[in-house]
């Protein structure tokens, strides 16, 4: 069914979180908007998050969400009135709110992880691996062309802090050792022995953290002799900034990691207990360690055996090559 056969205005997208999952969902609406630009489009997402949405081109307007303050969402989706809305998060919350609003058209996947297709008036059941993918052959199913875009905010004051932090020529790799779940942490001492075997090989090592990651940061830094700096407190467009002058990026399965991905900068992703098929970072400019046992991928914030085995099996002199030979790639594609 075409979108342009619906005769519709006003489309809502739902994706209230997580930082990575909201990056993966953008092609979805660059997908729609630039095939069919009369649409207006706004979109669900939780507040500390409106940032990353906030100079999106294709959209009309961001609604916030948070607990706390739902009777004031639905009020103001409600006075919207849309035509249509699509649920890219796949929970009993998301699918319940434009059923209690009464949006007309309510779109959702086939294969959400909650029983929630009762509220959907049309599903959609993915075939691609990657989430990224299921997006767009979605929006293909719908008369969209396929448009892999991901529209990020840049800030100047961003832009020149990240000119003057970043003096040295030399190759940069930029660590993210934290993450939602500790259980998708690869170990704080392997990444300590990593920094030192980077830096011996030359390469100037910086440290991202974020929110209550100050400490883990720290112990990092300082377990590998301060061979690494830590990288200053950085919101989201601070990212932007900042990691698109690195030449790698080194990081487990979390939302800095997948931003570094669209920004189209090299990453490494170390994986365990989720599926690099479905949620690794996406694009053809990375490396994925998947060094898995047979129980992985789990999808379990904690690790049943109780040895995250996935990741404390992943080797360091691994990560590092895999480093290597994307700066060295870098090197040859340039030449």
């Known amino acids: 069914m075409r979108l342009d056969s619906l005769y519709l205005k006003k489309v809502l997208i739902i994706r209230t979180s997580s930082l990575g999952d909201v990056i993966h969902s953008l092609p979805f609406l660059s997908s729609l908007k630039k095939s069919f630009p009369s649409l207006r489009f706004y979109w669900l997402v939780k507040s500390s998050l409106s940032p990353l949405l906030r100079d999106n081109p294709h959209l009309q307007g961001i609604i916030s969400w948070e607990k706390r303050n739902a009777w004031e969402a639905l009020s103001k989706l409600k006075a919207l009135a849309f035509d249509a809305a699509f649920d890219l998060q796949g929970l009993l919350r998301s699918a319940l709110l434009p059923f209690l609003v009464r949006i007309p058209h309510r779109w959702g996947m086939a294969n959400s992880k909650e029983k929630v297709g009762v509220f959907y008036t049309e599903s959609f059941l993915p075939s691609s691996s990657h989430i990224v993918d299921q997006y767009l052959d979605w929006a293909e199913s719908l008369g969209a062309e396929r448009i892999v875009e991901f529209p990020l905010p840049r800030e100047e004051k961003w832009e020149r802090k990240a000119e003057d932090y970043f003096s040295s020529s030399r190759k940069k790799v930029i660590i993210i050792p934290g993450g939602g779940w500790a259980n998708k942490r690869w170990p704080q001492a392997k990444y300590s022995k990593l920094i030192v075997s980077l830096a011996r090989k030359g390469f100037d090592v910086f440290v991202f953290w974020g929110k209550e990651e100050w400490e883990l940061a720290d112990r990092i ?109 870098d090197k040859r594609e340039k030449t």
Not at 243 to 271: E, M, S
Not at 284 to 308: L, S
Not at 318 to 329: D, M, P, Q, T
Request: hydrophobic share 35%.
């Open 221 to 329: 830094r300082v377990t590998s002799s301060h061979k690494a700096n830590l990288l200053p407190c950085l919101d989201i467009p601070g990212m932007v900034s900042f990691f698109k002058r690195a030449d790698v990026i080194v990081g487990g399965d979390t939302g800095p990691l997948h931003l570094a991905a669209a920004l189209q900068v090299p990453v490494v992703g170390i994986y365990g207990p989720t599926d690099p098929q479905r949620n690794g970072p996406y694009g053809k400019n990375n490396k994925i360690i998947f060094n898995a046992p047979p129980c992985a991928p789990c999808w379990k914030r904690k690790c049943g055996k109780k040895d995250n085995a996935c990741l404390k099996e992943i080797k360091v002199e691994k990560v590092c090559k895999a480093v290597e030979e994307l700066i060295g790639r």
